[in-house]
């Protein structure tokens, strides 16, 4: 079994900044698995926020470069997403993403979900 546990959102005002946590552990390795960062908003899609691979190499959604940093501790097996400059439009429940191959399938595992709320 995968879990990936999401901690660290609240309620902010924007121009804030808050630090989101995934904790991972289960079935797979984690130093050698791409990681990210997604968010949902109500009646939205799901959309990335942030990857980051087994090197370290990141990818940003346009809507957060320059203000979300995606770093990853491979001896804890977290995961963490700095957000900082939060703006309304960065309100949403945001998901830990682990894409994991298996006998040459790939497979999401998700997180259940950590509420960020950036107020006006």
């Known amino acids: 079994q995968v879990q990936l546990v999401e901690s660290g959102g609240g309620l902010v005002q924007a121009g804030g900044s808050l630090r989101l946590s995934c904790a991972a552990s289960g079935s797979f390795i984690f130093t050698i698995n791409p990681m990210g960062w997604y968010r949902q908003a109500p009646g939205k899609q799901r959309e990335m926020v942030a990857t980051?691979?087994?090197?370290?190499?990141?990818n940003y959604a346009d809507s957060v470069k320059g203000r979300f940093t995606i770093s990853r501790d491979n001896a804890k097996k977290t995961v963490m997403l700095q957000m900082n400059s939060l703006k309304p439009e960065d309100t949403a429940v945001y998901y830990c993403?682990?894409?994991?191959?298996?006998?040459?399938?790939?497979?999401?595992?998700w997180g259940q979900g950590t509420q960020v709320t950036v107020s006006s």
């Open positions: 980051i691979s087994s090197g370290g190499s990141a």
């Open positions: 993403n682990a894409p994991i191959v298996r006998w040459g399938k790939s497979d999401d595992y």
